[in-house]
Nanobody, 125 residues
Framework: QVQLVESGGRSGQAGGSLRLSCLAS????????MAWFRQAPGKEREIVAA????????HYADSVKGRFTISRDNAKNTVYLQMNSLKPEDTAVYYC??????????????????WGQGTQVTVSS
């Protein structure tokens, strides 16, 4: 079965950094666009960043552009989210997701086939 397992979620302070990882199994990793979404209490799930299979195409939400970096290591079936200059408003549950695309990215939650269970990121001021 397909599994996406996030790790690295934890508490941090404003201005600090965290790195999230998502290990995928049960799928051909290079057939998928990978993405990070987040959902804060009382808010809808939103795209954070996405990356194509080849890493040529990336997408970032305006709120994180310049602070977060998405990357992937296809040899390790892993996608990462480097989070720098953290802000309290980054506090949310972060989800790893996979969309079966051989090119480009998908930024819609409904376009993703598989989801991780989520990892909590809490940023204090």
């Amino acid at each position: 079965q397909v599994q996406l397992v996030e790790s690295g979620g934890r508490s941090g302070q404003a201005g600090g950094s965290l790195r999230l990882s998502c290990l995928a199994s049960g799928l051909t990793f290079t057939n998928y666009c990978m993405a990070w979404f987040r959902q804060a209490p009382g808010k809808e799930r939103e795209i954070v960043a996405a990356i194509s299979w080849s890493s040529i195409t990336t997408h970032y939400a305006d709120s994180v552009k310049g602070r977060f970096t998405i990357s992937r290591d296809n040899a390790k079936n892993t996608v990462y989210l480097q989070m720098n200059s953290l802000k309290p408003e980054d506090t949310a549950v972060y989800y790893c997701a996979a969309a079966r695309l051989t090119g480009g990215v998908d930024v819609s939650p409904t376009g993703h086939d598989y989801w991780g269970q989520g990892t909590q990121v809490t940023v204090s001021s």
